[in-house]
């Protein structure tokens, strides 16, 4: 047969099966067979995978990359960057560049990433067209968008909704409960379900109650409690409880659905359970820092937790992070994302900013950035749940692949089939694989620490394959940064609306 790429003597996983000794037949960037000794005609490159399993490209369907928004505090109105990064030195997150150079070393393929629309932008339009020319020919992988909507006015959710999906493919927006530049009333949520359910968009959902917070953070200060230890003293799980709670009740009333974004407690773990067990349309993410950290790491050193501060928090008691590997398991949690929203650690602008106000050498952890790197670490982190027995190797594909790929409309992604885009993970013979114990100096990212240091890995992709061509082999990225392509997507291929009601009230 005439292939360009055959990957030979592999253990094939999919979300529902696993085929030994089966190789994958490659032609201008798809699938086209997978079956035992497929012939190949002579110049067809081969791939020995020597036994190995092969799993579809990670698909990361929540990481924040040139954001250049956040650069600065309290910014109200999106920079204009015209491609470029204003003030690149005092950036202090990752580009497209450096985040999707750091993806494929980790065996992602494709990322989502968010154009963010600030509280006084009038327009998503222009956002969209901004973050476009900050991508362009800038990444490694193939990669597509979400929408953060934080001023949704008459004009956005009923004009440019329709143009952002028809136009530009993008059938997903973010949503933040908390945050005072992002944050929304429950009455402007409910505005933008009521356009999504109309145009299949899928609303994604930040849920922590705001003013909870607010409150607790003040009271702490009163008391001195400002160690970065106690970012997750202000949030305790009820806080996202609620909040979860609250968002399931407002998409229950609009009939649309929503994915709760990087759950990380075990009470809002059970109102998401208890809202699939009444066939509601409500999806759940989690992350791997809720899954393998614990609220100890933001103890460390009189600052050095700063590294671990995320939102919301990782949590203090180990259930917590049961109920995670316990949720994913059951399905509860549909996908797993890295949300890498990394700050550099030894910078003025990153996590040292927790520093400017006092209180010293604890610092304030209200001012101190939030968000951890993790976009590399994601699969092979996940990967070792296989390996130890936590989930199945089918279980591993459903939730960093697969069900990314339904969610967000990527039809040709998350599977090994015919007709499927060529993104493989090549991972090493497991008796041929020399554990290490992680550092940072190993990963490709642009961020000065791993929040996984020290964390001992027991396999990592040996190729990372992008449409047929390999990107990443045994510890180098040997892709091209203009390589990724920009996806266009579809609705969500999951249950949506059910035309089910809580009133007369129809839309």
Not at 433 to 439: E, G, N, S, Y
Request: charged share 20%; proline share 7%; hydrophobic share 35%.
């Amino acid at each position: 047969m005439d292939f360009d790429l055959v990957v030979r003597n592999g253990t094939v996983v999919t979300a529902s099966d696993i085929w030994e000794s089966c190789d994958i037949g490659v032609k201008n960037g798809t699938i086209v067979a997978v079956g035992p000794r497929l012939p190949a005609a002579p110049g067809a490159q081969e791939i020995n995978a020597e036994g190995a399993f092969i799993t579809p490209g990670g698909v990361d369907a929540h990481v924040h990359l040139s954001q250049a928004a956040t650069v600065g505090v309290d910014i109200d109105h999106s920079i204009v960057t015209n491609g470029v990064i204003p003030d690149h030195e005092n950036f202090v997150g990752d580009t497209f560049d450096t985040g999707t150079r750091s993806a494929v070393a980790g065996g992602t393929t494709t990322v989502i990433t968010f154009a963010s629309q600030m509280k006084k932008d009038e327009s998503i339009i222009a956002v969209i067209e901004d973050y476009h020319k900050l991508a362009k020919d800038q990444s490694y992988c193939d990669y597509a968008f979400h929408v953060i909507i934080t001023n949704p006015t008459p004009q956005i959710v009923e004009d440019e909704f329709p143009r952002m999906v028809d136009e530009y493919g993008i059938t997903s927006v973010k949503l933040y409960m908390t945050y005072k530049p992002l944050r929304l009333l429950d009455y402007q949520i409910l505005d933008v379900m009521y356009s999504a359910r109309k145009l299949g968009i899928t609303t994604m959902v930040h849920a922590e109650n705001a003013d909870v917070i607010d409150w607790m953070t003040q009271h702490l200060e009163q008391k001195l409690m400002t160690h970065p230890y106690h970012h997750g003293t202000s949030r305790p799980p009820i806080v996202e409880a609620e909040a979860t709670n609250r968002a399931i009740c407002l998409a229950e009333l609009m009939d649309t659905p929503i994915l709760l974004v990087h759950i990380s407690g075990g009470p809002a773990t059970k109102h998401i359970r208890d809202a699939q067990t009444r066939l509601l349309p409500i999806y759940g993410e989690t992350c791997p820092q809720y899954m393998f950290l614990l609220a100890d790491s933001m103890r460390k050193g009189d600052f050095e937790g700063a590294k671990c501060i995320c939102s919301p928090p990782i949590r203090e008691d180990k259930s917590d992070q049961d109920a995670m590997w316990a949720g994913v398991k059951n399905g509860t949690f549909t996908i797993v994302s890295s949300d890498h929203a990394p700050s550099k650690f030894n910078h003025p602008n990153g996590k040292q900013r927790g520093l400017k106000d006092g209180n010293l050498p604890y610092g304030k952890f209200r001012l101190i950035p939030n968000g951890l790197p993790g976009v590399e670490t994601r699969v092979p982190l996940l990967f070792s749940g296989v390996l130890s027995g936590r989930i199945s190797p089918q279980k591993f594909v459903e939730v960093t692949s697969t069900n990314p790929a339904k969610l967000y409309g990527l039809k040709k992604k998350g599977s090994i089939a015919p007709g499927f885009d060529a993104d493989l993970v090549i991972w090493y013979p497991q008796t041929k694989f020399q554990p290490f114990k992680l550092a940072n100096e190993m990963l490709h990212h642009a961020v000065d620490y791993t929040p996984f240091e020290g964390i001992e890995f027991k396999n990592w992709p040996r190729y990372t394959i992008i449409r047929g061509k390999v990107v990443f082999s045994h510890g180098e990225v040997v892709g091209e940064m203009e390589y990724g392509q920009y996806i266009r997507r579809e609705k969500s291929l999951l249950p949506g609306p059910r035309d089910v009601w809580l009133s007369e009230w129809r839309p």
